[in-house]
Structures are given as C-alpha cells and as structure tokens.
C-alpha cells in the first residue's frame, strides 16, 4: 500500500509562523511536524509515499528528499503556485498513488494512531475506510456518525480525523481541478459504502500557533 501526506496548504490560521515555514515543517518537539508521520508510516511498513505540495513546496522537498533517510521513498505532486485542496490535491497525485487502494493522512495533524491497522480496515466492497476522532473544543458539532463500522449522516456524530484509506474508485468521473473532499465523501457515504472507526488515543490537530505550542509542550514534558 502507498501512502499521501496532505501537505499543500497555505496555513492561514498559523501565520505568521507559515509566512516563511510551510505547516508541516513546523518543529514539534524538535522535528517537523509531518516527519512524525513519515516514521509512522515506515514502521507501519508503508514504504511509498506521496507528498503535494504548493505553498512553499521546494522547502518541503529540499528538506525531505527521496525520503531515503527516513527509509522511504517519497514521491512529490506539485499543485503549482496554489493549493488544489483536499479533494483536488488527491486526485492530482492518482497517477502517482497507482490502482490499489492507498492511505491518506494530513499533514498538520499529530496522532499515535496505529496506521498499520487502519491500512488493512478496508473491505471488500467499501469505497474508502474514514478514521473518526471525538469532537475537539473547536468541532464540537462533528462531521459524521457512527453505526456498526459504517459512516453514516444521522445519529452522534464524530470529527474526521483526516485519516483515511481510499480506492480510486472514490474519485471516479472527477476531474482535475481545485475542490475539496467534503462533497464526495458525503455521497459515499450516502451509497453506504465507507466504513470507520472511532479512534479514542492521543490525537490532535494542529492549526493555530496555540495548538502548536500546546503539542510542543505535551510532547516535550
């Protein structure tokens, strides 16, 4: 299975801090922030990974590399001046991501969630397998509920953790261009055809210089 760290945003909400640093090199506890999730991604045996990149995408590739140091291989998408979002930035990187399905994870978020289990939750006649967090302070409404493994729109709902497995089949008939993931994840789960999970361990997102600092302090207490 291959992987794609979300990673092209422009990090409105950090700045100043993301005027000259894109997000997701943003030191935590002494290195970047999706440097965590490339280490994560190499235990959980993921070894191919996907990165796109916009807003100040050559420092991303300039400190990564071909990801040999990290014991991975890195591809890179590169969305150009602007960020495609979510929706758009994935479907941009499907040549590179291939036909099987693949693992998609934001690039400003922290969690210890075990991504090697939720590489195999996929199944046999699901679109996509979303991983569903409480709902933090911040998101308190949630996005979707919960109802035996299935997504569904009625009922408590949850936070997408912005963890996610997908098949192409997901984005079938959508065409290159900016857009964001929210739409076609509801009509999936609409078809009934995404599962989940509830994940209750250390999760955290990390958008605002507050929350930065805060999983800074967490991580080197």
Same mark, same amino acid.
């Given at each position: ?20 640093? %894109?997000?997701?090199?943003? &030191?935590?506890?002494?290195? %970047? ?11 959980? =045996?993921?070894? +191919? $990974? ?6 100040l995408? /050559?420092? $991303? ?9 990290? =014991?991975? +291989? ?19 990187? !499907?040549?590179?991501?291939? %036909?099987? &399905?693949?693992?998609?994870?934001? /690039?400003? $978020? ?14 046999? *006649?699901? #679109? ?12 308190s409404?949630?996005?979707?509920? !919960? #109802? ?6 009625a ?7 912005? $963890?996610?497995?997908?098949? *192409?089949?997901?984005?079938? /008939? ?21 599962? =989940?999970?509830?994940?209750? /361990?250390r ?10 600092a ?8």
């Amino acid at each position: 299975m291959k992987a794609m760290i979300l990673a092209a945003g422009r990090g409105e909400r950090m700045r100043p801090l993301t005027d000259t640093v %894109p997000k997701p090199l943003l &030191p935590v506890a002494g290195k %970047p922030l999706m440097q965590y999730h490339i280490e994560a991604l190499a235990a959980a =045996g993921i070894t +191919q $990974i996907v990165v796109n990149l916009a807003w100040l995408g /050559g420092s $991303i590739r300039d400190a990564l590399g071909d990801g040999a140091r990290f =014991g991975v +291989q890195i591809a890179y998408s590169d969305e150009g001046d602007a960020a495609l979002e979510t929706g758009g930035g994935i479907v941009e990187a !499907l040549p590179l991501l291939g %036909p099987e &399905p693949f693992l998609v994870v934001s /690039g400003d $978020i922290w969690t210890d969630c075990p991504l090697s289990r939720v590489a195999r939750s996929l199944g046999s *006649g699901d #679109a996509a397998h979303f991983v569903m967090v409480p709902n933090p302070d911040f998101h308190s409404r949630g996005d979707f509920a !919960l #109802a035996e493994g299935r997504l569904v729109t009625a009922g408590e709902r949850f936070t997408y953790a912005n $963890i996610g497995v997908f098949r *192409g089949e997901f984005f079938a /008939g959508c065409s290159r261009g900016r857009f964001p993931l929210a739409p076609l994840m509801r009509e999936w789960i609409a078809k009934g055809r995404v599962s =989940g999970e509830l994940y209750r /361990g250390r999760w955290r997102n990390v958008g605002t210089p507050a929350q930065l600092a805060e999983l800074d302090a967490e991580l080197t207490r």
